[in-house]
């Protein structure tokens, strides 16, 4: 079979209309496990001091992954679910900084001073909301407390809104020691910008994306979403088309999930705008159609990349991991998150900080570190996010590779589970044997339902009362 006709095999396997309409529901992402909506105020200072003092046994040498939140934004996107505050106030960045100092001073206090960092991506709201002075000065204290590996070794990334940078600019953010670019796009249409008060012209961002290939930014990722108010597959086709020619190194395409409920924002969007589910159906086949098609390698959930890039060779080589920034190649370094709702993944806990500017503020005023909530995970919490990990980024679960107790099996251990994963089974999404579970390409969009089948906490007993709805559409 030829490549390109293997290609066409591929996509068309991947996508199987009827099935994603018969099984799509509502799902966790898995960016970790136990998910986020698990975390509890009951998990304090105490917990987190003994996951750092757990590292230390384990080897202080280990590299970290910093996570630097920086939550400001000059406008409001209608869609969007972030933690985010919308302020022209440029002195409320100021503020922010110096709290973000304290928090850092107190972080490194407990791991030592000169830890090494292999992985820094900054996230937000809008971290170019800050000027150059300022990040200037943020990344010289983040250099005095760690130890950055080579910029050929580590992965230094930055989330990058187009309507804020000047091509002069990202080459400021490459001076800077940044690495990888991530840009967020969303749609070219008019029309759609104009619904989700993002208007961003294609000429802006694609001068954006020729500026870091000009200053040598090793990878460059750009976001698009389906199912924004007034999309559909002939508006949206454009969008791919200009992007593909582009030639990013890794597109994300991700399925608007309209919470108004969770996130207030969103009350501004006409959900009579919105694409049907048919439609929004049809997005995804066109964006899995264009993006194969021109050589992109699906990576997983709603990731795809070039194949040369370093997240679709550790994918191929089985080292893919997963984290709060969804894929990456570094993310089993434990994750130390900084700034406002920042979440922490250290040793087998993880941990948030406070939500609001205010509630941030007085705790570190206490002298404390701004920890709100989280999670210590017990054995079977480790054994069931190893397993969901494996699958998420790997499509094969060995039993092998897990933690389990002395003298138990996988079929054992997941036998219930095993019995959950039948009717996917039967469908023909994986197969499951004595040794483990492989995923088949017509299974690998619906990832999450086949995850969902380890996740323990789903299947507690309901509590009485109106529910939430916590999660979005698997696709």
Known sequence: MSEDAAAVATRTELFDAALIRKLTLNGPRYTSYPTADRFHGGYGIAAYQAAIGSLSAEGAAAPLSLYVHIPFCASLCYYCGCNKIITQEKGKAAEYLGYLYREIAMQVELLGRGRAVSQLH???????????????????????????????????????????????????????????????????????????????????????????????????????????????????????????????DRVAVYNYAHMPNLFKAQKLINEADLPDGETRLAMLGLCIEKLTGAGYVYIGMDHFALPEDDLARSREVGKLQRNFQGYSTHADAPMVALGVSAISAVGNSYSQNEKTLTAYYERIDAGALPIARGITLNTDDVIRRTAINRLMCNFILDYDDLPLPAGVSGPEYFATELERLKPLEELGLLCVGSRGVRVKMRGRLLIRNICMAFDQYLHLPKVEGPQVMRYSRTI
């Open 122 to 248: 900054f996230g937000g709201g809008t971290p170019t909301y800050l000027t150059d002075e300022q990040m200037d000065e943020l990344l010289a204290r983040l250099r005095a407390d760690f130890e950055f590996v080579s910029d050929e070794e580590g992965e230094f990334s930055i989330e990058v809104d187009p309507r804020t940078v000047s091509p002069e600019r990202i080459g400021v953010l490459r001076r800077q020691g940044f690495n990888r670019l991530s840009l967020g796009v969303q749609d070219f249409d008019a029309e759609v910008q104009k619904a989700v008060n993002r208007v961003q012209s294609p000429e802006q961002t694609l001068a954006v994306l020729d500026a870091a290939r000009t200053y040598g930014f090793r990878s460059v990722s750009v976001d698009l979403i389906y199912g924004l108010p007034l999309q559909s597959v002939a508006s949206f086709g454009p969008t791919l088309d200009r992007i593909i020619a582009a030639r990013p």
